[in-house]
């Protein structure tokens, strides 16, 4: 995933700051650098720099990242200084909608797997949400 972003520094202090591994912070030629950060626990990546994305800094939303415990994902990324939303659910037990569109407050009622979410957002607006997934569905 790459990660259109304004000031790529200022990405890269964000994402460390939360935590997330630097793999790469490369420039290879005047106006290119890429930088690749992976968050804890994760096999994925994300990468930013200059001249990787034509995107508008900011313009991505619902990226998602997933944890065994939505509460103890919340308070670990309060305390890394990140701004955090509340844990939240579906109102109609579903996945969630785009933006905050049907959101009640809290997670899951029944706590359910895939069902409890919180969201942030990285300096230029870029929109992450962390949904909890404490069992997998069968075969998953």
Known sequence: MVIPVSDVDKAKA???QLGWRLDAD?????GFRVVQVTPPGSDASVIFGDGVSNGEPGSLQGLQLV?????AAREELIAKGADVSEVWHDAD???????DA????????????YGSWL?????????WVVQEVVTRLPGR
């Open 67 to 71: 944890v065994k415990d939505i509460e």
């Open 119 to 127: 969201s942030f957002s990285d300096p230029d607006g870029n929109g």
């Open 102 to 113: 049907n959101r009640a407050a809290g997670p899951d009622p029944e706590r359910r797997s």
């Open 93 to 99: 037990g579903v996945f969630h909608h785009a933006g």
């Open 14 to 16: 964000f994402y460390e």
């Open 26 to 30: 490369f420039a290879t030629e005047k």
